[in-house]
């Protein structure tokens, strides 16, 4: 069964407080592994897709990288408006079907 | 504007009475999906669609029900709601292709069963 565990469930960073969200997967092979953000009364947001160990994505303030069991998200210099929840989700090839595995999601608040 | 709409965005209802939470998107994508979620539990899949008249069960499709009749629209009906079935629910869509890169959220609908 593939499972996705997100870490640290919630972060308290100050602005410009640079930091990591990390998503440890487990997948019988990995066909993509997606971040989105999600703010409160809202739907998810896509950020990335990473489709290999060693690939990197990077937008504005945030980078996300992966490896064969890990993916971090990488914040540099956040800022308040940075402040939501962090998800992340894996796929695996499962026989033509579509089925992606969500982890919890990482709560991550900016103070100003 | 692209954008995927669900309607309604609040509803209450009580047990057994049958509802449907409509999906539209203005992309053209071929897939498109339901979610569930739950605190504590995240995002889980209904139900999803590669295409018009195709679907198939995602994670937790108990009790629901989709169709696909056209390539814009995708709702997803509660024959007999229940209590259990109190979420909030998204749909959400993405490029042709039939993956699930780069999906497209709605806003959400919160669902009341009492």
């Known amino acids: 069964e593939d499972q996705v565990t997100q870490s640290p469930e919630a972060l308290r960073l100050q602005e410009g407080e640079s930091s990591s969200l990390n998503c440890s997967y487990t997948?019988?092979?990995?066909?993509?592994l997606f971040w989105y953000r999600q703010d409160p009364g809202k739907g998810p947001e896509f950020l990335f897709t990473l489709y290999s160990a060693g690939e990197e994505k990077e937008k504005e303030r945030l980078k996300a990288t992966l490896t064969k069991k890990e993916s971090f998200l990488h914040i540099t210099a956040p800022k308040p408006e940075d402040s939501a929840t962090y998800l992340c989700a894996v796929q695996a090839p499962t026989g033509g079907s579509y089925i992606p595995t969500f982890g919890r999601g990482t709560s991550l608040i900016v103070h100003p | 504007e692209a954008q995927v709409t669900q309607n309604p965005r609040y509803l209450i209802t009580v047990t057994g009475k049958k509802l449907t939470v409509t999906c539209s998107q203005n992309m053209n994508h071929e897939y498109m999906s339901w979610y569930r979620q739950d605190p504590g539990l995240g995002l889980r899949q209904i139900y999803y669609s590669m295409n018009v008249e195709v679907t198939d069960k995602g994670d937790v499709p108990e009790g629901y029900k989709v169709s696909r009749k056209e390539k814009r629209n995708f709702p997803l009906i509660l024959e007999s709601p229940s209590p259990n079935q109190t979420s909030l629910y998204f749909c959400?869509?993405?490029?042709?292709?039939?993956?699930?890169?780069?999906?497209?959220f709605g806003p959400g609908t919160r669902l009341t069963v009492l």
């Open positions: 959400a869509s993405s490029f042709p292709g039939g993956t699930t890169d780069t999906q497209y």
């Open positions: 997948v019988s092979g990995l066909r993509g």
